[in-house]
């Protein structure tokens, strides 16, 4: 059975920084890139971040490029997401997910790519 468990998620002001982790179980990690994506109250669910199965490429949405970094360690199956430089505008629930397609050779950013999610942690930054 496929496990993603999220953590540390929390409440900070404005320009503070926060790292998300996310544990994936009951599959190969190595095998599958992950992402990371966020729903803010009304607003559909949208991508992140994303990093490759081998960890040798990684890709961001225009809004958190260059102050975020996705991350990963094989070892421990564990993908990181740095977040600094937090404004009001990264409040949302954030969801760490793993591709559906193995050694897949691109990294995608549509959430049907993904078919294991971890149940959301919160992230709210106020002002």
């Known amino acids: 059975q496929v496990q993603i468990v999220e953590s540390g998620g929390g409440s900070v002001q404005t320009g503070a920084s926060l790292r998300l982790s996310c544990v994936l179980s009951?599959?190969?990690?190595?095998?599958?890139?992950m992402g990371w994506f966020r729903q803010a109250p009304g607003k559909e669910r949208e991508f992140i971040a994303a990093i490759k199965w081998s960890g040798s490429a990684t890709y961001y949405a225009d809004s958190v490029r260059g102050r975020f970094t996705i991350s990963r360690d094989n070892a421990k199956s564990t993908v990181t997401l740095q977040m600094n430089s937090l404004t009001p505008e990264d409040t949302a629930v954030y969801y760490c997910a793993a591709d559906r397609v193995p050694i897949r050779p691109i990294i995608t950013t549509a959430s049907s790519s993904y078919d294991s999610w971890g149940q959301g942690t919160q992230v709210t930054v106020s002002s």
């Open positions: 009951g599959r190969t990690f190595g095998d599958y890139a």
